[in-house]
Nanobody
Framework: QLQLVESGGGSVQPGGSLRLSCAASGRTFSSYAMGWFRQAPGKEREFLAYLTSTGGRTYYDNSVKDRFTIYADNSKNTVYLQMNRLKLEDTAVYYC????????????????WGQGTQVTVSS
């Protein structure tokens, strides 16, 4: 069983940066595609980015493309989400997730989820 634990959330001003971490345990996450999602109050969970199990391909939602970067450190069994130029509308709970399906942005294709970490962007 794969367990995921996110960290790195917090409060930041618009234009600031945060780096979220997702530490995997139980199994090596290099066997999975890793994704980041977020959910704002009153809204559905939305896809942000994924990294294929080989680390060879990334994909981003247009809302975060060119501002967010997903990458992994296999030696630490950790995947990261570097978030730059944060906006007020980026405020949400951020989740990492793992899937054995490739090329998917659908949350129901990800059976493994972390507990989430809060990101608040405010002036």
């Amino acid at each position: 069983q794969l367990q995921l634990v996110e960290s790195g959330g917090g409060s930041v001003q618009p234009g600031g940066s945060l780096r979220l971490s997702c530490a995997a345990s139980g199994r090596t996450f290099s066997s999975y595609a890793m994704g980041w999602f977020r959910q704002a109050p009153g809204k559905e969970r939305e896809f942000l980015a994924y990294l294929t199990s080989t680390g060879g391909r990334t994909y981003y939602d247009n809302s975060v493309k060119d501002r967010f970067t997903i990458y992994a450190d296999n030696s630490k069994n950790t995947v990261y989400l570097q978030m730059n130029r944060l906006k007020l509308e980026d405020t949400a709970v951020y989740y990492c997730a793992a899937s054995q399906k490739l090329w998917t942005t659908v949350s129901s294709d990800y059976p493994y989820w972390g507990q989430g970490t809060q990101v608040t962007v405010s002036s």
